[in-house]
């Protein structure tokens, strides 16, 4: 089934439509204490947190840094927007950051676990394949995902009508939905339009963490989502 849902893939980038994520790989590590006990912070991996008095709501990207490229910056830019929490689990290290991916339904890393209990809405920012400019909208929080797909659209954004399972983020062990609702909404980027997001289409971690290489793409889609939280 792999090999044919792979093959389904390079055909539909071959002829430049890409309807289907890839199939994602297997998690190196079980959980963070796996990670942990295997990684080091600071040095292959960091995490910065915000949690501003009165916060209800968090904007999270558990893959960040050079793991899915662009989603520590839209999370992080997107709760500056606001009196939103903030959480991203970066990765840093000069090569092979996809070790570093844990699926969100076993992301535990305490800080994060202890940030979602605080907060009553989510909204956790991830890096989807795919050359086609598309975002999948998924999770438990069936009104707000309603209103961020309608306000990307009106922003001009595509938003798939159908969201593959392996991206619905709808398990309540996503970390998306450990709030104090049970529920938060996932945004699955893919790499097209996170190329849309910072200038030349470069995803390279150096280069957008400069706040100077943010598209005015990258601005509208931000204030896209937040729109949909204020409303």
């Not at 430049?16 to 297997?26: D, I, K, N, R, S």
């Amino acid at each position: 089934m792999l090999a044919f849902l792979t093959r389904v893939v390079a055909v539909a980038l071959a002829v430049g439509v890409a309807t289907v994520p890839a199939p994602a790989l297997a998690d190196v590590y079980e959980d963070y204490a796996d990670l942990a006990a295997h990684e080091s912070e600071g040095v292959d991996y960091r995490v910065v947190h915000r949690l501003p008095a009165g916060a209800g709501v968090s904007h999270i990207a558990v893959h960040g840094g050079a793991i899915e490229a662009g989603t520590s910056q839209l999370a992080g830019h997107a709760a500056g927007q606001g009196n939103y929490a903030f959480y991203a689990f970066e990765g840093i290290k000069s090569t092979g950051n996809s070790a570093l991916h844990l699926t969100s339904t076993n992301f535990d890393e305490p800080r994060a676990v202890a940030l979602q209990s605080a907060v009553s809405a989510t909204v956790s920012w991830h890096g989807a394949s795919g050359a086609t400019p598309t975002t999948y909208v998924g999770g438990r929080d069936e009104e707000l995902i309603e209103r961020v797909g309608a306000a990307l659209e009106e922003a001009g954004f595509t938003v798939a009508a159908t969201v593959p399972p392996e991206l619905a983020g709808t398990s309540p062990r996503n970390i998306a939905n450990r709030n104090l609702r049970g529920m938060g909404v996932q945004l699955e980027i893919s790499e097209g339009q996170r190329q849309r997001f910072f200038a030349q289409g470069r995803l390279n971690r150096a280069w957008i963490e400069d706040p100077a290489h943010w598209t005015d793409d990258f601005h509208a889609y931000v204030a896209a989502v937040r729109d949909a939280l204020s409303g």
